[in-house]
């Protein structure tokens, strides 16, 4: 069964930092683009941040350029989100994603495998 599972979520005060992982399992993604999308309750989900295979090629939301820093370590079959300066307006659920070839999309139709979300919540 493969699973894409998320951590490192959680309650934040504006300003500070969190490490999201998402741990793949099943199969292996190392030849796969990878992403992050976040949604809040009542809206679509929208893409944050996203990496080619290799990790040599990185895109982000406007919103989160400069604070966010999407990595991966493909031996651990790991992909990372690393958020820092955080507002309340971060807040969502956010979630990982597979696509389906080497490379980022933003759009969600060209991932195929997503995990289940972990919850940010940063306060003002």
């Known amino acids: 069964q493969v699973q894409l599972v998320e951590s490192g979520g959680g309650l934040v005060q504006a300003g500070g930092s969190l490490r999201l992982s998402c741990v793949a399992s099943?199969?292996?993604?190392?030849?796969?683009?990878m992403g992050w999308f976040r949604q809040v309750p009542g809206k679509e989900r929208e893409f944050v941040a996203g990496?080619?295979?290799?990790?040599?090629?990185?895109t982000y939301v406007r919103s989160v350029k400069g604070r966010f820093t999407i990595s991966r370590d493909n031996a651990k079959n790991t992909v990372f989100l690393q958020m820092n300066s955080l507002k309340p307006e971060d807040t969502a659920v956010y979630y990982c994603?597979?696509?389906?070839?080497?490379?980022?999309?933003?759009?969600?139709?060209?991932?195929?495998?997503w995990g289940q979300g972990t919850q940010i919540t940063v306060s003002s």
């Open positions: 994603a597979a696509s389906k070839d080497s490379t980022w999309y933003t759009t969600l139709d060209w991932y195929d495998y």
């Open positions: 099943g199969r292996t993604f190392s030849a796969n683009g």
């Open positions: 990496i080619s295979w290799s990790g040599g090629s990185t």
